[in-house]
């Protein structure tokens, strides 16, 4: 709801002044007690509390008459022995900016800061013009201000502590810095600070911060920094070293129109513990968490490549001969259970500090990857993982990003940018490059091997053969995986990632069989899309 009654930066209701001092006494004394109004004899004594009239009672009904008579006859309602407000917490400010304080508050321990920040700032605006609101008057108004001073702080603090932890980092350093000056001993938002002035003036400044905090502190109390403080401290400490990137492959050419994605799963990783790219073969997945993966804000990235294992009692055993552990052993068919010291050495391997573990291609092994993830969450606390797959893990901590398509004018740009590459010179015509791009789906990869076929043929010729797509889309880049180099393996690649009786459902779908030029949306009951394209199939149980 709106708040029709202001108090914090001026007395108005519905915007209309009250510049009355008695009335302004009156709405404030009422505000300060807005759930249960206040007694005639409280009234009284907030409003005359030096000398009384000689009818104290009389002198308040005609005041509250006049509070009436101006602001409406419903605004002031009586009650057994007194008065109070007819309105709604989140109608009266001083009130609503507690309401905004707890909302966020709760939303910062439940760990979504995008409501805790959106919360605070709503908070913050009703007091945007506090400090310049007149204060001439010794009456209940600056009373009540004063008491909703401690909120106005701790709404700054919660929009500090959101903006860090959302990786705003630049725009947190100064209020935490007015915060920590002003209660040095607050170790949450110090910590904070901390990791803002590491990440926008480099570790150095930060640990130089630290150091003064704790000499301050063992001068001072005789003791150390909190737990937090000290995990920081190591942190800064190997943050000094270069980053480190295991197993992720540079770009080889520029990734085109994927900014939007590249922020949203960077947001992701911020928030989550395990952040999923989920999207159909051919999408680009992959080459996004690798991009993703460079650009980290952890200092230690490790990249494992999962395409090449078949079972998923080998997630673990791949993940730690990848990480260097040494002596990895599978787990039996027996006792399926992933070896203690297998998790061991992989929870050493990642470190103590905060690190990203990227799984690629996690849709043939999804229970095997799942398994390890969880497990790996609960051993440690600062480890963020992103998985690459065509289906969710299923997780409790997992946050999935459903990777789109590309839009019409990065496709054209992509199919113009890679036939110039295939073939010097060549002669690209708009209408007819359209054409072929609205035909491919938004699909990097079908872009891609649409426009390796301008070595042998025209863009016309390309555009009259897209009936049989699975016959022209091959042939692809030699350093792409092999089940990326056709169009066809894109889809056995799916295909033989069903069951046998998955198989015979989706064989009997309206959007099978694999090789036909062009399918009609099916649909599936699991987590995937069952996608009609020519390109795509999913990797679950058609409902059809």
């Known amino acids: 709801m709106t708040v029709e009654l202001t108090l914090l930066s ?68 009586s009650t057994p022995t007194g008065y109070r407000l007819a309105l709604g917490e989140d109608q009266v400010d001083t009130s609503a900016v507690l309401l905004r304080a ?17 919360h605070a700032e709503a908070g913050l605006a009703l007091y945007e013009a506090a400090e310049r609101g007149d204060t001439d008057f010794d009456d209940p108004v600056s009373a009540l201000r004063a008491e909703r001073a401690s909120t106005h702080r701790t709404l700054l603090r919660a929009r500090a502590l959101a903006l860090s932890r959302l ?18 001993r607050d170790e949450e938002v110090l910590l904070e600070l901390l990791r803002c002035e590491a990440a926008t003036m480099g570790p150095s400044a930060a640990l130089a911060r630290y150091d003064a905090y704790r000499r301050s502190l063992r001068d001072e109390l005789g003791s150390d920094p ?73 200092r230690v990235v490790h990249l494992v490549a999962l395409a090449g294992i078949t079972a998923d009692d080998d997630v673990a055993s791949e993940v730690a001969s990848v990480l260097g552990v040494g002596g990895a052993r599978r787990a039996s068919a027996s006792h399926r259970a992933i070896p203690p010291d297998v998790l ?3 929870v050493n391997a990642l470190g103590p500090g905060p690190a990203l573990l990227v799984l690629d291609n996690c849709e043939h092994v999804l229970r095997g990857a799942a398994e390890l993830v969880r497990t790996l969450v609960s051993m440690t606390q600062d480890l963020r993982v992103l998985t690459t797959s065509r289906a969710p893990l ?56 649409a426009a390796a076929r301008v070595r042998v043929m025209s863009v ?67 987590t ?4 009609g394209s020519w390109s795509i199939w999913s990797t679950s149980r058609c409902s059809r």
Request: with cysteine.
């Open 102 to 118: 707890a909302a966020s508050a709760r939303h910062a321990r439940a760990g979504d800061h995008e409501a805790a920040l959106a």
């Open 394 to 449: 299923g997780l409790s901590s997992e946050s999935v990003y459903l990777l789109p398509e590309l839009s019409l004018a990065t496709t054209v740009e992509l199919f113009e940018q890679r036939a110039r590459a295939a073939r010097l010179g060549v002669d690209l015509p708009a209408k007819v490059v359209e054409e072929v791009c609205g035909h491919l789906d938004g699909l990097p990869l079908a872009v891609e091997l």
């Open 167 to 184: 990786g705003r980092r630049a725009e947190a350093v100064e209020a935490l810095t007015e915060l920590v000056a002003e209660r040095p």
């Open 226 to 298: 909190g737990p937090a403080l000290q995990a920081m401290h190591l942190q800064l400490l190997q943050g000094e070293a270069p980053a480190v990137r295991h197993g992720i492959p540079h770009e080889p050419n520029p990734l085109l129109g994927r900014a939007d994605d590249l922020a949203a799963v960077a947001n992701l990783l911020r928030t989550s513990r395990v952040t999923s790219i989920v999207g159909a073969g051919g999408l680009g997945k992959t080459r996004l968490a690798q991009v993703v993966s460079r650009q980290a804000e952890q």
């Open 10 to 77: 001026r007395v108005a209701y519905r915007d209309q002044e009250v510049t009355s001092p008695r009335l302004r006494g009156l709405l404030a004394l009422l505000a300060g007690d807005l759930r249960t109004g206040c007694s005639t004899a409280r009234l009284v004594d907030g409003l005359w509390p030096f000398e009384q009239p000689e009818n104290p009672t009389k002198a308040l009904q005609v005041l509250v008459s006049r509070a009436r008579a101006q602001l409406g006859a419903d605004v002031i309602a």
């Open 528 to 531: 995937t899309r069952c996608w």
């Open 460 to 526: 016309a010729e390309i555009a009259r053969r897209l009936e049989d797509r699975f016959g022209l889309l091959r042939s692809g880049a030699r350093d792409a995986p092999e089940r990326h180099q056709t169009l066809h393996a894109v889809v056995d690649w799916s295909w033989n990632l069903l069951d046998p009786d998955g198989q015979r459902r989706c064989a009997r779908c309206r959007c099978s069989p694999p090789g036909s030029p062009r399918m009609p949306l099916g649909t599936c009951s699991a």
């Open 344 to 346: 061991a050495g992989i």
